[in-house]
């Protein structure tokens, strides 16, 4: 069975940081990319961050760059989301996500190019 497992979600003060991490088992996606999107309620779910399978590109949605930095190991199978400067318009479930197939970079912001999903992890930044 796939499974995608985020921790490190929880409750922070504005400007404070979190470090999420996403576990991969059942199948390995070394060779796939890998992005991390969050969803707050009554919202669309949104994209944060994407990176491609060899680290070379990564890409972030407008109102966490500057701030956010995805990562990955792929020895271990895990992704990564550092968030810094945390507002409290950060507050959303926050899902990571591995491609099933090769994408392109064009494409690494829609969600659509992603076939497995995490549950997600809660996220909640107050003022």
């Known amino acids: 069975q796939v499974q995608l497992v985020e921790s490190g979600g929880g409750l922070v003060q504005a400007g404070g940081s979190l470090r999420l991490s996403c576990t991969a088992s059942g199948r390995t996606f070394s060779r796939y990319a890998k992005g991390w999107f969050r969803q707050a309620p009554g919202k669309e779910r949104e994209f944060v961050a994407a990176?491609?399978?060899?680290?070379?590109?990564?890409n972030y949605g407008d109102s966490v760059k500057g701030r956010f930095t995805i990562s990955r190991d792929n020895a271990r199978d895990t992704v990564h989301l550092q968030m810094n400067s945390l507002k409290p318009e950060d507050t959303a479930v926050y899902f990571c996500a591995a491609a099933r197939s090769l994408i392109s970079p064009l494409n690494i912001r829609d969600k659509a190019e992603y076939g497995y999903w995490g549950q997600g992890t809660q996220v909640t930044v107050s003022s």
């Open positions: 990176i491609t399978w060899n680290s070379g590109s990564t």
